[in-house]
């Protein structure tokens, strides 16, 4: 840290005392004690859906540490009104998307001067008078949350089924609009998963997702238009709670796909979108450790799987008359290390992403098997694909960005290899790109693992261990820490500091087999890799022992938060964003949304003793040592059914027991879920907390930006 403790004052303030009642839990002859199981709410399920009903008491605790976390941070109001400043200047408020062709017409979002949500809009291709399909702000009303999760026009053009969420909880109800009169039907649905609606090729019904009262996608239901939705037929319903259902449309837009999937198996079925009343059609039985999922062409579906150890994919073909796996004939062969990550099919072209040593790809191939590749030369950077609406095109759409260059989309011309430049993201405020470099070193994880370690700093920023430096991670569920652009970190790199991107095992960035590496028995070697990738911050001399402040949200938080148990003088702060950090707890409960189809992610602890085992070892809620800590902010979300609201504060009731130093603090929000806010300004307000924290820590609290030039 600093020379001066930045939170010295702060440690003379009186932290929230909370009643412990101990309730003694016994697995595999193993007796643990939890002070604060009684923060959860017996009624959490309510909860979700009416924030009201929480009990009185933990409500008490709850707020209590609001109160407790404003007092400690109450002098960095004018840093965080500073940063949200800064960030919001670097958000081109009147912005839009690039439109997008669909038949005779036009779709795009924009965003006006001030408004937080998007404004859906469209205009015929052949020109004429647009139209506000979905106005988010108009639409939000007095809703203290409210997210929109899909906004889905009907093939006829004629329709909209439109997702929105008003609590949090994800939780989402679809409504339908007549685009020609812009009134809603009286059809609505609830307990809709945020996908929202799956058109059928009539314009006449559609197919979604409900969840249960344990927020599990768990049926497939058909809606037809003037029916009451109590008597929706159920086209799918998943008998297994550890596999949840999703639902898309073929790009072809012939089929409609029912996917159920856990984290390591999964399952399609498939319905003709032109006779939606047909029993669906299974492609190929589950088979434990076997993924696949399909896409359509001609008279064959495409398939991306794992299949016969195919660890980072392939690609097989089926006839669409008999899709079982017997049938299945390799398209595009395995490439260990070099994953598929998705594609998308059109009428002459297979168009896919591929990642390799943490780097990503787009390759584009004939159905003849010729192929060639759009890749650029930075150190680090990102890609994404957008697939459009059409079918029958040459061209298809992609996004690049790196940690320095603001995100370019390209329109990309497969018969003819040319790519055209649509759009640079704008930042207002300016932002110079030759001010930045973009590094990539390698960090030694154990068993000789080489761990990519993507940096961004500003080219005066010394690297002699004098600079502090953020370091993010993730490392679960295969996915990957993509390097991207944020306007929001540059309050950080242009005060000084180095961002850090630790691709650690857990996540897929060199790879599926890198996952598998990080998950189950080999969970410690995530953890292992963070820590290994901040020393190598420290010996690399981007920053030194202390100074490195450690971020990471949901199963990052739990990457953070498992790491600084291991090592606590490493860091010079924590931040856990929506912490999964009871684990051990949370994984024993097959009752709670999630558990039943993270076993394949952790492992089964109830069944299991190894297993059992594997997580108590690194469980941050029971691991914390009984040492010094650095200061850590968690945040939490009242109405979040993915990391419930007791589990950051569960540990940071138990960090103030266990360990000493801090201060440890909690910013619970009181009318939000997972991802928090989903207006876009607020977001930057929440944003601005985490950052203002790290600075704190690093006693940086009055250090001014660089200027760019505007």
């Keep these: 840290m600093s020379e001066r403790d930045p939170f010295a004052e702060a440690r003379t303030i009186e932290a929230?005392?909370?009643?412990?009642?101990?309730?003694?839990?016994?697995?595999?002859?193993?007796?643990?004690?939890?002070?604060y199981a009684w923060l959860r709410d017996g009624e959490w399920q309510e909860v979700l859906r009416d924030p009201s009903?929480?009990?009185?008491?933990?409500?008490?605790?709850?707020?209590?540490?609001?109160?407790?976390y404003a007092a400690v941070t109450g002098d960095l109001e004018p840093l965080r009104k500073k940063l949200f400043k800064e960030m919001r200047g670097r958000i081109k408020e009147d912005d839009s998307t690039i439109p997008a062709k669909d038949g005779d017409w036009l779709y795009w979002k924009k965003f006006r001067d001030g408004g937080e949500y998007p404004v859906f809009m469209r205009k015929p291709v052949a020109g004429g008078k647009e139209q506000t399909l979905y106005d988010g702000d108009a639409e939000r009303g007095e809703s203290a949350f409210f997210s929109i999760g899909s906004v889905e026009h009907s093939p006829d053009h004629k329709l909209a089924a439109i997702a929105t969420d008003r609590l949090g909880s994800e939780y989402y109800s679809i409504a339908v609009r007549n685009l020609e009169t812009?009134?809603?039907?009286?059809?609505?649905?609830?307990?809709?998963?945020?996908?929202?609606a799956v058109w059928t090729a009539g314009s006449d019904a559609f197919f979604y997702v409900e969840r249960d009262d344990n927020q599990r996608p768990k049926r497939v239901k058909l809606h037809k238009l003037g029916d009451d939705p109590a008597t929706d037929a159920v086209i799918y319903e998943e008998p297994d709670d550890a596999m949840f259902l999703a639902i898309d449309k073929s790009q072809s837009g012939d089929y409609v796909?029912?996917?159920?999937?856990?984290?390591?198996?999964?399952?399609v079925r498939f319905v003709k979108a032109d006779a939606p009343d047909a029993a669906p059609q299974l492609i190929a039985p589950r088979d434990n450790g076997v993924e696949y999922y399909a896409e359509h062409h001609g008279d064959e579906f495409f398939i991306?799987?794992?299949?016969?150890?195919?660890?980072?994919?392939?690609?097989?073909?089926?006839?669409?008359?008999?899709?079982?796996?017997?049938?299945?004939?390799?398209?595009?062969?395995?490439?260990?290390?070099?994953?598929?990550?998705?594609?998308?099919?059109?009428?002459?072209?297979?168009?896919?992403?591929?990642?390799?040593?943490?780097?990503?790809?787009?390759?584009?191939?004939?159905?003849?098997?010729?192929?060639?590749?759009v890749s650029f030369g930075e150190a680090a950077y990102a890609l994404g694909m957008e697939a459009g609406y059409e079918y029958d095109t040459d061209v298809f759409r992609f996004t690049y960005e790196s940690p320095s260059t603001p995100e370019q989309t390209y329109d990309y011309n497969m018969a003819s290899d040319k790519r055209t430049l649509l759009k640079t993201q704008e930042v207002p405020s300016g932002h110079d790109p030759s001010l930045y470099v973009v590094e990539r070193i390698e960090a030694d994880g154990e068993g000789g693992a080489k761990v990519p370690v993507t940096i961004l700093r500003l080219k005066t920023t010394p690297k002699d261990g004098s600079a502090p430096a953020l370091?993010?991670?993730?490392?679960?569920?295969?996915?990957?820490?993509?390097?991207?652009?944020?306007?929001?970190?540059?309050?950080?790199?242009?005060?000084?500091?180095?961002?850090?991107?630790?691709?650690?095992?857990g996540g897929a960035d060199k790879g599926r087999g890198w996952y598998l590496d990080g998950k189950l028995a080999k969970k410690m070697n995530t953890f292992t890799d963070f820590n290994a990738s901040a020393q190598a911050l420290i010996d690399n001399g981007y920053a030194s022992k202390g100074r490195v402040v450690s971020y990471g949200g949901s199963a990052g938080g739990l990457l953070v938060a498992a790491s600084v148990n291991l090592e606590p003088d490493l860091y010079g702060g924590v931040i856990a964003a929506v912490p999964f950090i009871d684990v051990i707890n949370t994984i024993s409960d097959a009752d709670l949304p999630l558990t039943p189809p993270e076993w394949e992610e952790w492992g089964n602890p109830i069944k299991s003793a190894?297993?059992?085992?594997?997580?108590?070892?690194?469980?941050?809620?029971?691991?914390?040592?009984?040492?010094?800590?650095?200061?850590?902010?968690?945040?939490?979300?009242?109405?979040?059914?993915?990391v419930t609201y007791w589990e950051p504060a569960k540990w940071i009731a138990r960090l103030r027991d266990d360990a000493s130093g801090g201060p440890f603090v909690l910013r619970m929000n009181m009318g939000a879920g997972h991802g928090g806010s989903a207006a876009r300004f607020e977001r930057l307000d929440e944003r601005a907390h985490l950052y203002a924290f790290a600075l704190k820590v690093w006693g940086l609290e009055t250090a001014e930006p660089v200027k760019h030039g505007k």
């Design 16 to 35: 929230p005392a909370v009643e412990k009642r101990p309730v003694e839990t016994t697995q595999h002859g193993i007796t643990r004690v939890d002070n």
């Design 182 to 196: 812009g009134e809603d039907l009286p059809d609505r649905i609830e307990s809709a998963d945020g996908g929202g």
């Design 53 to 68: 009903t929480l009990e009185p008491d933990i409500r008490k605790v709850l707020e209590a540490e609001n109160d407790y």
């Design 471 to 505: 370091l993010y991670g993730y490392g679960s569920y295969g996915i990957a820490s993509a390097a991207d652009f944020s306007t929001n970190i540059l309050s950080l790199v242009d005060r000084g500091a180095v961002f850090a991107i630790a691709h650690v095992r």
């Design 257 to 267: 796909f029912i996917t159920s999937a856990s984290q390591v198996t999964s399952e």
């Design 610 to 642: 190894e297993e059992y085992g594997w997580i108590a070892e690194y469980s941050p809620y029971e691991n914390i040592q009984h040492t010094d800590y650095p200061p850590i902010m968690a945040t939490g979300g009242l109405t979040d059914y993915r």
């Design 304 to 373: 991306m799987t794992n299949a016969d150890d195919a660890v980072d994919f392939k690609i097989v073909t089926a006839p669409v008359a008999s899709p079982g796996r017997a049938n299945w004939k390799d398209w595009l062969a395995h490439k260990a290390g070099s994953q598929i990550v998705t594609f998308t099919l059109y009428k002459d072209y297979l168009v896919r992403l591929e990642r390799e040593n943490a780097l990503p790809r787009i390759v584009i191939s004939t159905y003849d098997g010729a192929s060639h590749t």
